[in-house]
């Protein structure tokens, strides 16, 4: 199978999630337990890979870490647009 990168990058929100996560003082098994809980099959280890751009990040995965994390889709996506429109994305 084709492995899908966009400059090197399998995800847009991994350093988001855990620079968020940590603020609000969540583990990454915390996190994953409360994915679980929207039917989101997750474990600590893949948001362990999604944090260090190792995983890709399904549409469904976006919105629960949007609602586990309490906060909108843009907070997510973080700086990444600036980055993408001034060509320096990684």
């Known amino acids: 199978m084709k492995q899908i990168t966009f400059w090197g990058n399998k995800n847009v929100i991994g350093e988001q999630i855990a620079s968020i996560r940590q603020k609000k003082n969540m583990s990454q098994s915390e996190l994953a337990a409360k994915m679980q809980l929207l039917n989101i099959n997750i474990d600590q280890q893949m ?3 999604i944090e260090k751009n190792q995983r890709q990040v399904t549409d469904y995965e976006f919105i629960g870490f949007s609602l ?3 906060v909108s889709l843009n907070e997510l996506i973080g700086d990444f ?4 429109i001034q060509g320096s994305v990684n």
Do not use: R, T
Request: glycine share 0%; aromatic share 10%; charged share 30%.
């Open 47 to 49: 948001i362990s890979k």
């Open 68 to 70: 586990c994390l309490n």
């Open 81 to 84: 647009k600036n980055k993408f």
